[in-house]
């Protein structure tokens, strides 16, 4: 006689979660560049007049943070980029919203909305520069620009998108406008909202460095460039490097902050 | 003006009536439809419809699919217009809302928990706070989901969820009750033990009920009258009452002759029209 026995997978001990792993994964690859990197430096695979060995860049990071230099231009980066967020997302918002409850708004605002959204945003810096001049408001209107459109057509569609019984439903209770975009609207389409806020604030990031590199005497698109012209070549590789460390840390910040708004979004 | 607990004498007893089981004078609304009709473009949907609910029925109407058996539920709602027709709903109760409906599939909100789902027409009618938390803590009590009050609808299983939806519509106090075949997703184990919830639940104050089904078994089994529909255009084919008695049971209703032959009457003629229904 023989019995089959159905596998039930490794022991306890040795599993992993697919979470867990999936976090491992995500540190190994950057590692594993950063290595292979400082090797190549080392050996003389690769010129380090433009790609210095890792090791020296972070040297030349340690040596700015010391000064203060690189905290004072990563804080008035962060700045310009949190007023432009709040400052694109909130109108963007209540523009999405509208638009998406409300037909003729929606009529109104689509042709202009698909109209200007193809434009290269950094095209519209030197609009930004006359406009606002070469203070904080060129560069805090260039985010609010970069955010605005991600946003506006997220909430456009997550509101458009909400199961019709829902509304019935806010109808049949007597919710008014005001509620229904608070219990309804707002609540029904945050998870794509959401998503619309990641998009535009990655292109806020994008568009603060550019904007800094033309018009400012701070930021790290300023440390950037002012870098590449006295060849200050370590300096520029710590500016890149912050600028990807803000864009992780935001991504990973904002997916916990998903976590926190939308606690009813099934795993 | 006392104050204290009797500061909310206003709005108070009309509310909290419907906690005492012994309401004397409980308020209902009548309802009159003469002549409805209803087209969607070419469609039509309902073909004049006159026929009069009383206070406290408990209404059904069965009828094939697209017999305009929901677009009527969603006319009396008030969320489709009339072509042409009238609907007078009596209300004795000028504070009530008119009506609140339990809507097929699922339309509890994911993103409230359970109690805030259930408490929604009270927060719209800004009904006070000690209010809300006393009817909503009753009908909670009542459907059972008293411990899944913090709980959000995905983490419910489908019987759990329609129960919310009973819940919203009692706690919001209304003149009618519209349901749209609310039990029809469900398996038949949890109809069965939902339908048997809902009688008990409506035995409290016995308000108006207008319920939608395509299940013969449910209609006898829950109604006073059932209305039955042709297939489209929706006309009314023929009335039937249920005279059996209250409170019901399905185990004894079911070994009575006179179930079967209510049934068996108004199977014969639902079958035409679902058949006439197939073959258009």
Known sequence: MSAQTISSGPPAAARISARTRDRLLNVISPLGLLIVWELAAHFGFIDTRFFPAPSSVIATMIEMLRTGELVAHTAISLQRLAYGTVLGGIPALVLGIAMGLNRPIRALFDPLIAATYPVPKSAILPLALLIFGLGEGSKIFMVAIGVFFPVVINTTTGVLEINKIYLDVGRNYKANRWNTFWTIALPGALPVIMTGFKLGIGIGLVLIAVAEMVGAKSGLGYLIWSAWSTFAVEQMYVGLFVIAIIGFLLTLGLNELERVVIPWKAE | ?280
């Open chain 2, 1 to 280: 003006m006392k104050f204290g607990p009797g500061k909310f004498r206003g709005n108070m007893p009309r509310l909290l009536a419907k906690l005492d089981p012994a309401d004397p004078l409980p308020a209902r609304a009548a309802i009159r439809i003469r002549d409805l009709r209803k087209r969607f473009g070419q469609l039509t949907a309902i073909d004049g419809v006159s026929v009069e609910i009383a206070h406290g029925e408990f209404f059904m109407i069965v009828g094939p699919s697209g017999c305009g058996k929901t677009t009527l539920l969603r006319i009396l709602a008030g969320l489709d217009s009339v072509t042409s027709g009238t609907i007078e709903i009596e209300t004795p109760n000028s504070q009530r809302p008119m009506n609140s409906m339990i809507f097929q599939g699922d339309s509890i909100f994911p993103w409230m928990t359970v109690w805030d789902n259930a408490a929604y027409g009270l927060k719209m009618r800004r009904i006070s706070r000690p209010v809300i938390k006393d009817v909503v803590g009753h009908y909670l009590a009542r459907t059972g989901l008293t411990r899944f009050a913090k709980y959000y609808p995905h983490q419910l299983s489908g019987g759990m969820r329609q129960r919310v939806s009973i819940a919203r519509a009692f706690a919001n106090d209304p003149e009618i009750l519209l349901m749209d075949e609310p039990f029809s997703a469900l398996d038949a184990q949890n109809k069965l033990l939902l339908q048997e919830e809902l009688l008990r639940i409506w035995e409290e104050h016995k308000k108006t009920v207008v319920f939608i089904t395509h299940s013969v078994d449910e209609a006898v089994f829950l109604g006073d009258r059932i209305m039955v529909m042709t297939a489209q255009p929706g006309r009314v084919k023929t009335f039937v009452p249920v005279p059996l008695p209250r409170p019901r049971d399905i185990m004894e209703l079911q070994k009575s002759p006179q179930y079967g032959e209510l049934i068996a009457h108004i199977w014969s003629s639902l079958r035409e029209e679902v058949q006439r229904a197939r073959a258009q």
